[in-house]
């Protein structure tokens, strides 16, 4: 059974920065590529980033430079730490283990504008 808990998410002000964690209860956390996605209300959920176990990243194009996605295998956690939040990233927030049979999801961190 694999559980993956999200948290850090919260009200930002544009500009501000937020960190979120991602806890996963599954062996072998370090084999997998983890990921970080997201849902805007009415839109389709879309990748944020990606990182291997290798430690190999992806980023789509609308957080590179301002997101930064990282692991603790010892901690079997995985963080998403964003600067320079736009409104546009308003979202809820999921974490994610991709495995070749099917991606394992969290429950999702909401992350919300403040102003």
């Known amino acids: 059974q694999v559980q993956l808990v999200e948290s850090g998410g919260g009200l930002v002000q544009a500009g501000g920065p937020l960190r979120l964690s991602c806890a996963a209860s599954t062996t072998f956390f370090s084999i997998y590529t983890m990921g970080w996605y997201r849902q805007a209300p009415g839109k389709q959920r879309e990748l944020v980033a990606r990182?291997?176990?290798?430690?190999?990243?992806y980023y789509a194009d609308s957080v590179k430079g301002r997101f930064t996605i990282s692991r603790d295998d010892a901690q079997n956690t995985v963080f998403l730490q964003m600067n320079s939040l736009k409104i546009e990233d308003t979202a809820t927030y999921y974490c994610?283990?991709?495995?070749?049979?099917?991606?394992?999801w969290g429950q999702g961190t909401q992350v919300t504008d403040s102003s």
């Open positions: 994610s283990q991709d495995r070749s049979t099917r991606n394992y």
């Open positions: 990182i291997t176990s290798g430690g190999s990243t």
